[in-house]
């Protein structure tokens, strides 16, 4: 079965662009959500989605937005891009929000590079 | 959100046990434990979680104290493929699936 799978896998942009990050979940996961980890720290969390609402959003600026499809894929946007942007961003999808006995499972990521 | 306290890094030798060790001193009853690693140019995997209980899969196994305070998760023989960051998070049991990750443990496993 395929994994969690994240496009592009890497991608170049100047400052003041917008760049949205795909993400498709593994087959029948309904919960995804996204992280931010930049270099040399752990993924810190931006958003979580479970049948295509928002259920929890971290510490990030409204330039920060995603969404999820009914197909449970989901897509993280990024506008006004700002050279403290430059991150791999993480996709991790999970069967659901609810139950204490579910991992998440993780993409490798988009490396995003804001010259 | 609970916090969590790691080494920055640890070594180990090839073939030989490995205790990871974290605190936890602000765990909240309802939180669990989970244990995820990271390789280099990958995403996080996980190995282990566990709430009051020591626990044991393919992996790893995880010792929770008593007050659960602290956890120690355990590589049984280390071996070259063991090398990674080791993040140790608290799962937020009132809010679902969120993880909130520290800088983690970088484990360099000596052949």
């Known amino acids: 079965d395929a994994g969690v799978t994240q496009s592009p896998t890497h991608l170049i942009k100047t400052r003041g662009q917008h760049v949205t990050l795909r993400c498709s979940p593994i087959?029948?996961?309904?919960?995804v959500s996204w992280y931010q980890q930049v270099l040399g720290q752990g993924p810190q969390f931006i958003f979580q989605y479970y049948e295509k609402e928002e259920r929890g959003r971290g510490n990030f600026p409204d330039r920060f937005s995603a969404r999820q499809f009914p197909n449970y894929s989901s897509e993280l946007n990024v506008n006004a891009l700002l050279l403290g942007d430059s991150a791999l961003y993480l996709c991790?999808?999970?069967?659901?929000?609810?139950?204490?006995?579910?991992?998440?499972?993780f993409g490798d990521g988009t490396r995003l590079s804001i010259l | 959100d609970a916090k969590t306290t790691q080494p920055n890094s640890m070594e180990s030798n090839e073939e030989e046990p490995v205790h990871l060790p974290c605190n936890h001193s602000?765990?909240?009853?309802?939180?669990?434990i989970h244990w995820y690693r990271q390789l280099p140019s990958q995403g996080p995997e996980y190995v282990i979680h566990?709430?009051?209980s020591n626990v044991n899969n393919r992996m790893a196994s995880l010792a929770i104290a008593e007050d659960r305070k602290s956890s120690t998760l355990i590589l049984h023989r280390a071996t070259l493929r063991d090398a990674a960051v080791y993040y140790c998070?608290?799962?937020?049991?009132?809010?679902?699936?969120?993880?909130?990750f520290g800088t983690g443990t970088s484990l360099t496993v000596i052949p």
């Open positions: 087959s029948g996961h309904k919960s």
């Open positions: 998070i608290l799962r937020d049991g009132r809010t679902g699936n969120q993880f909130y």
């Open positions: 602000t765990i909240s009853g309802t939180d669990y």
């Open positions: 566990g709430l009051t």
């Open positions: 991790a999808s999970s069967l659901a929000i609810w139950g204490f006995n579910q991992p998440q499972h």
